[in-house]
């Protein structure tokens, strides 16, 4: 019996798994070893998941997650979930979670579009190219924390629509000062970010919120997309923000002259696949 986690900054998917079958899934909030320290992945993880799965005896803990990209930040949330569950812990990036589910064993350019962004060439085996994330700060294109925070700029500049503005401030009941507040001072910056765009996913038909949309997806493109030989590969995206703008996303790809065959909101399924056989 294993334990799969596959988690980003917003929601962790947990699933007891028995061969290629799913006993039991879970869902929790999510884990980021760049905004929590050991202690406090361990009382998320122990407060949310039901008892039962500390009483478990599991062959192995499979975790993929956000912000685990190097051996310091995959250390904490190894203790944590050793503290938790006492048995063998593998921890991989969530990139890695992509590149498996969606692609199991074939070659293919594996992309995360959701709270964050990251993008990867796995030659079906191992991720050979990454182009860096950057984070939400330095990078994310695409991302639905990238769509917020380029609207909140333009909010706070007076370059968004007044009527939107006004709208946006009354929605989310802060001031100015609170959405600075929730960016630079408070826990998950990015998770903040990412709501924006779901407020903003309400109103598509404005004719700004489109453009910003259509920019912030191009965005991903040409930063990322274009830096893999995507004329011969296909490309596979997974995460709330590719399925919530797919068909704006498809568009785009044919634009660019490449071919998108799968998007789906968790790689869960085929990370299921790919621990049975391996």
């Known amino acids: 019996m294993k334990l799969i986690a596959e988690s980003s900054s917003t929601r962790t998917e947990w699933a007891v798994v028995e061969g290629d079958s799913?006993?039991?899934?879970?869902?929790?909030?999510?884990?980021?070893?760049?905004?929590?320290?050991?202690?406090e992945i361990s009382r998320s993880v122990r407060l949310n998941l039901p008892e039962e799965f500390f009483r478990k005896k599991f062959d192995c803990v499979h975790y993929y997650g956000a912000g685990c990209t190097s051996a310091n930040?995959?250390?904490?949330?190894?203790?944590?979930?050793?503290?938790?569950?006492?048995?063998?812990?593998?921890?991989?990036?969530?990139?890695?979670?992509?590149?498996?589910?969606?692609f199991i064993h074939e070659p293919g350019i594996a992309c995360i579009l959701g709270t964050g962004s990251n993008s990867?060439?796995?030659?079906?085996?191992?991720?050979?190219?990454?182009?860096?994330?950057?984070?939400y700060i330095l990078g994310d294109e695409g991302s639905g924390a990238a769509l917020g925070k380029l609207f909140l700029s333009d909010v706070l500049k007076g370059l968004a629509p007044?009527?939107?503005?006004?709208?946006?401030?009354?929605?989310?009941?802060?001031?100015?000062?609170?959405?600075?507040?929730?960016?630079?001072?408070?826990?998950?910056?990015?998770?903040?970010?990412?709501?924006?765009?779901?407020?903003?996913?309400?109103?598509?038909?404005?004719?700004?919120?489109?453009?910003?949309?259509?920019?912030?997806?191009?965005?991903?493109?040409?930063?990322n997309i274009k830096q893999y030989n995507y004329h011969t590969y296909p490309i596979r995206l997974m995460g709330s923000t590719a399925v919530l703008h797919q068909v704006l996303i498809q568009e785009i790809a044919k634009e660019y002259g490449a071919e998108v065959d799968q998007i789906v909101d968790s790689p869960m399924t085929g990370l299921v696949q790919y621990h049975s056989e391996v």
């Open 162 to 223: 007044q009527d939107l503005t006004e709208l946006f401030y009354d929605t989310f009941r802060i001031e100015p000062s609170d959405a600075m507040e929730s960016v630079y001072s408070r826990p998950f910056p990015n998770r903040f970010l990412a709501t924006i765009s779901f407020f903003l996913s309400e109103h598509l038909e404005n004719e700004y919120v489109n453009n910003l949309l259509v920019f912030n997806l191009k965005n991903f493109f040409e930063r």
């Open 120 to 135: 990867c060439f796995y030659n079906g085996k191992e991720i050979e190219k990454n182009v860096r994330s950057g984070g």
């Open 73 to 102: 930040k995959k250390g904490i949330v190894e203790a944590s979930l050793v503290a938790q569950f006492k048995t063998p812990i593998e921890v991989e990036s969530d990139l890695l979670a992509a590149a498996r589910g969606l």
């Open 22 to 39: 799913v006993i039991k899934r879970v869902f929790t909030e999510g884990i980021n070893p760049f905004f929590q320290t050991r202690r």
